[in-house]
């Protein structure tokens, strides 16, 4: 079963039926290797059930089922943790309403298709192996073929084109697949290789074989503590660091190493040495809209909730009972000129971290559990797509592409190379890192996405992730777009795309696109974990939702939907006492009403 994982990921199939034939996508390896046509397009039923042997908060067993009264729930937000939320609720019998102050449900997994019918995407989105309750999900809403199996490998771009990879393809499964992928990367040299390999078996991970749980707490008792400072007190090099564990920290959580906490990597360094599948890479066939936050509308839709796009919720509307205690009375909600008030016997707040902040009544942050939600901060992110009108990941010789390009001009051939190679769409399939941009990772989606990206008769698309994302939030978008995309001015300050892939010089940019989101993840800096909210908050009919929330995952599409399955369970399990409250709040309300008339 390891094994099949490990080899697959090639595709070879048109896209649809006037588009021609074409070859899509290489991994680094398979630029070296003959190729292997084998299709692999969904969640195979082959992939090991990650709950055995695994921590307990991070894959919770099925829900019982509900036999308590039918709750009216009112959640804010259509990103995935109020989609999630959403889907376990309506399973359970309850009726649920979803607010959305944006005109595209999502969030940060959101999508839209721009006048001009690009795909505009809030971020690239890559799904880990580890994905139990992501992949539990897209099955239920019948999205689980929606996804795209890569080679399982970690592949590294490195200046001129060099591959540095962490290959996980290997016969034996967890640990040894990783054990070996470590051992052999190319992406390190031996002494780097061997510190390397000496702070990982010190490392909480080497628990994690025998004890999940009792290794999930180590590390979360690591959160004190930068990644940088627990990796080199194990031994671990600054080379090490700089090469392989800051694109992936930047992957991960948008910051370094040095602000990165230890936690929040060791989390995931846990599950891929434990788990064979954990560290291979799925992406979505095509845009979210279309592959994941679509079927999930859907679904939701079929079982009677509701959407209602551009209401924002301006104010949580409380109380307080006789004995002080705090109760939400309602939801006051404004679309353009429109405003309404909502009710509902349970209030699910699914934001983001500065939605949550503008939201809470300021009153509420006497109680420490509300005002912690304010230690977070989120991080910046910009996301830049760039259209090509060639291949640009194809790695090609670049003496012979010097020589193509010069035989080319020289015989006016220019628009016939152009054409070969629009007509052979190739290069690598696959989440790329690089140490040496400043998007520390990226993807061609032409490529890797091939239903919505791959477009006859143009090139590569690349989504680069730009972190740290600061220094680009005050640029204007023409700026970025030409650091990112750089051909070569004499003042370029940066080493970009043309440094990462040479050969890929002579071909432009034809379209492009800038996205910045002010602030994205939580900063999962150290010391911050203790300040996540618990998704059951100290008032009876409010709860919390959101991949920032307290959840055993990092702050991810898996994270989001951890936390609407364990924002669920919460409602659930107060089905008595929040119908209680609703029938006390309407007496009340009648006897308001009574003594008015009197
Ligand atoms: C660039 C980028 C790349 C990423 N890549 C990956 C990846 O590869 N893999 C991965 O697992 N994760 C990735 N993530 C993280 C992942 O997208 C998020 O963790 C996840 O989508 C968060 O979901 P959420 O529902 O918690 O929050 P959000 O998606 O932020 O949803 C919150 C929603 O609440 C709405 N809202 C807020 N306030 C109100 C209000 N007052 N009224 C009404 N609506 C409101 C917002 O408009 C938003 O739609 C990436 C994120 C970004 C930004």
């Known amino acids: 079963m390891a094994a099949a994982a490990a080899t697959t990921a090639s595709l070879c199939f048109p896209v649809n039926g006037n588009r021609t034939h074409f070859r899509v ?60 939320t959403a889907v376990e609720l309506l399973d359970q ?22 006048k001009r019918g690009n795909h505009i995407e809030m971020g690239l989105h890559v799904f880990f192996g580890c994905y139990n309750n992501l992949f539990r999900l897209l099955k239920k809403v019948g999205a689980d073929k929606n996804l795209l199996v890569k080679d399982h490998t970690h592949t590294f771009v490195n200046k001129g084109g060099e591959i540095g990879e962490l290959d996980f393809r290997f016969p034996i499964g967890a640990p040894i697949h990783g054990m070996r992928a470590f051992l052999t990367t190319n992406q390190l040299g031996t002494y780097d290789k061997a510190r390397n390999a000496l702070a990982l078996a010190l490392s909480p991970v080497v628990r994690a074989l025998v004890d999940p749980d009792g290794a999930m707490q180590i590390i979360r008792d690591l959160d004190n503590v930068s990644f940088s400072e627990w990796f080199m007190s194990k031994g671990g090099t600054r080379k090490s660091i700089q090469r392989m564990w800051d694109p992936v920290a930047y992957a991960l959580g948008f910051i370094d190493c040095d602000n990165i906490s230890a936690r929040c990597m060791l989390t ?12 291979l890479l799925r992406m979505l066939k095509g845009s979210p809209d279309v592959y994941l936050s679509g079927p999930i509308k859907k679904y939701i839709m079929d079982k009677g909730g509701r959407f209602h796009l551009r209401w924002g919720c301006r104010e ?45 009544p300021q009153n509420w942050r006497e109680s420490q559990f509300f005002d912690n939600i304010y230690k977070l901060v989120g991080v910046p992110v910009v996301t830049v797509q760039l259209r090509y009108n060639g291949w640009v990941t194809e790695l090609r010789d670049l003496e012979r592409a010097r020589l193509e390009n010069l035989i080319c001009f020289a015989f006016k051939f220019i628009n016939s190379e152009m054409a070969r190679q629009l007509r052979q769409a190739t290069g690598l399939d696959n989440l790329l890192y690089t140490p040496d941009a400043d998007f520390s990772c ?60 040479p050969s890929s010089q002579g071909l432009e940019v034809t379209w492009s696109s800038v996205v910045k989101i002010g602030q994205s993840l939580y900063r999962e800096g150290p ?24 959840q055993d995952y990092i702050d991810s ?19 008595e006492e929040l119908v209680a409250l609703r029938k006390a709040l309407a007496a009340n309300e009648e006897s308001q009403q009574v003594a008015a008339l009197v």
């Open 25 to 84: 996508g290489f991994s680094a390896n398979q630029l070296r290797r003959p190729r292997r046509l084998t299709v692999r397009s969904d969640l195979d039923s082959d992939v090991s059930d990650m709950r055995v042997n695994a921590p307990k908060g991070l894959f919770p067993p099925e829900p019982e089922h509900y036999k308590g009264p039918k709750l009216k729930v009112a959640i804010i937000g259509a990103g995935l943790a109020g989609m999630s």
């Open 93 to 114: 019998g309850h009726e649920v309403d979803i607010y959305e102050s944006r005109p595209f449900i999502g969030g940060k997994v959101g999508s839209f298709v721009d």
């Open 268 to 279: 995931i360094f846990s599950l891929f040495a434990t788990k064979t599948e954990a560290s």
């Open 316 to 360: 949580i509307l409380y109380d307080r009972s006789a004995d002080g205690g705090i109760y939400v009375t309602g939801l006051a909600m404004s679309k353009a000129t429109q405003k309404k008030t909502v009710k509902a016997d349970a209030y699910v707040a699914a934001c983001d971290v500065p939605g949550i902040k503008r939201l809470l």
């Open 442 to 501: 990226f993807a061609d989606l032409a490529l890797a996405s091939p239903e919505d990206y791959y477009l006859e008769g143009q090139g590569s698309l690349l989504q680069c992730v730009l972190t740290p994302g600061d220094p680009y939030m005050p640029l204007p978008n023409d700026e970025i777009i030409k650091r990112v995309s750089k051909q070569y001015e004499a003042n370029a300050c940066v080493i970009q795309v043309l440094t990462l892939f």
């Open 527 to 550: 010391g911050k974990d203790p300040f996540r909210p618990d998704q059951k908050t100290p008032i009876n009919n409010f709860f919390l939702a959101g991949s920032y929330t307290k």
């Open 557 to 575: 599409m898996e994270g989001a939907t951890l936390s609407g399955r364990q924002a669920s369970a919460y409602i659930c399990s107060a089905g």
